[in-house]
């Protein structure tokens, strides 16, 4: 196994730097990159280095230093090369922050990773081993990347993310090719950074936790609280939940009250960071109070009423099953609840409207139609060995 060697690179600290290296990367036909940041105690992530390798360049930016770095960010949503990264959901959230767009011709080497059937999702370190014979030191993955100055050590870390992405790129790229899956890819790329895109504009209040089982008029208090939660974690630059806890949500709606004096009284309230802000508490909920009914969240039926849990729990089952037959990471493909979706929605028809994940796209060719002759009785699952890691494999009965 070949370990790292000292790597030689540029540092980019002004805005004249960033102006001159992005138009040399805009020459480079691919275009290797990475992010390191800090999010424990932000409201959103603190973009601290962005590291990026193309050819004959390997540059480190300091965003601490050139706090603007949108020409860059600019340069990746600019379709006309090829953008590779690793597991790169915040790279894709940094892109729209800064750019407003999507980065073009992303190939995100761990997706592609699982549909060729390897182990998914998989660090960096790992994959790299695995397709390069490269050993990738882990010695800096606790690093606060906000400290200044940064030792020559965590910058020889840093850059060694991206000297290999190309590389793995190359044969990735062949295998997915050649395994016919190149349009696949293509299409979860895109699928993956809209619903980013989607989720950094959403409100998520349905996401608090504990929420779910409450009435209405709570579920609206809930809502409104979350708003007032959001624009304060914003305004103070703090994760959301440190400002006001899910707990203690929940309390404050089942007690339905906007009086500051029951807001106070509800145990966990009391303490020092909401003094000032009962009123505005009150005030919050004192508009989901007033919310006429026809307007209130309404609870979700849910899709899985009518679906057997032994019928839901065999289909999730041979997910593995389909996976192992197409040589497909299972994570990729869907999960229980995206089962229960396909079931309901075959069981009943239209009437549960929107067409599940497993029916769309590529994930139709390879799990919906199967699914569905499965429920039809048209296909049927054998133990094809026993001593397999996955023993299964669909059969047409005879």
């Known amino acids: ?221 809930i809502r409104q609280l979350w708003r007032w939660r959001d624009r304060r974690a914003r305004q103070l630059d703090q994760p959301a939940r440190r400002v006001f806890r899910d707990d203690l949500m929940v309390e404050v709606a089942r007690a339905g009250s906007s009086d500051p004096k029951v807001i106070r009284g509800i145990r966990g309230m009391e303490f020092r960071n909401f003094h000032d802000h009962y009123s505005d508490i009150g005030a919050a909920i004192q508009t989901a109070l007033d919310m006429p009914d026809e307007d209130l969240p309404r609870r979700s039926r849910g899709r899985h009423t009518s679906t057997s849990p032994m019928l839901a729990q065999f289909l999730s089952t041979s997910i593995a099953c389909v996976c192992r037959q197409h040589k497909i990471a299972p994570m990729i493909v869907g999960n229980a609840d995206e089962v229960r979706d396909l079931i309901a929605y075959e069981l009943e028809g239209e009437r549960r409207g929107e067409v599940p994940v497993l029916l769309q796209g590529w994930r139709g060719k390879i799990v919906g139609e199967p699914f569905r002759e499965l429920i039809q009785g048209k296909l049927a699952i054998k133990v094809a060995d026993p001593h397999a890691v996955q023993p299964l494999e669909f059969i047409r009965p005879q």
């Open 1 to 221: 196994m070949k370990t790292g060697i000292t790597l030689k690179f540029e540092t980019i600290n002004t805005a004249e730097e960033l102006e001159h290296l992005c138009d040399r990367l805009a020459l480079k036909p691919i275009i290797s990159f990475d992010t390191e940041f800090v999010s424990e105690d932000r409201y959103r992530p603190q973009l601290c280095l962005i590291q990026v390798a193309a050819e004959d360049i390997i540059a480190v930016i300091d965003p601490l230093k050139v706090p603007d770095t949108t020409p860059f960010w600019d340069l990746l949503a600019t379709p006309g090369r090829i953008v590779i990264a690793h597991a790169a959901r915040e790279e894709i959230r940094f892109c729209y922050r800064y750019s407003g767009r999507p980065i073009a011709g992303l190939f995100d080497t761990q997706l592609a990773a699982g549909f060729v059937g390897m182990e998914y999702p998989s660090s960096l370190s790992n994959l790299v081993a695995r397709l390069v014979g490269v050993k990738i030191s882990k010695g800096e993955t606790r690093t606060n990347w906000r400290n200044r100055p940064l030792t020559d050590s965590q910058l020889q870390y840093a850059v060694r993310d991206v000297t290999e992405l190309e590389a793995m790129y190359k044969i990735l790229f062949a295998a997915v090719r050649d395994a016919g899956r190149t349009g696949w890819l293509e299409e979860e790329s895109a699928v993956a950074q809209q619903e980013i895109h989607d989720s950094e504009n959403a409100e998520n209040w349905q996401r608090v936790s504990g929420a779910a089982g409450l009435p209405a008029r709570q579920l609206e208090i």
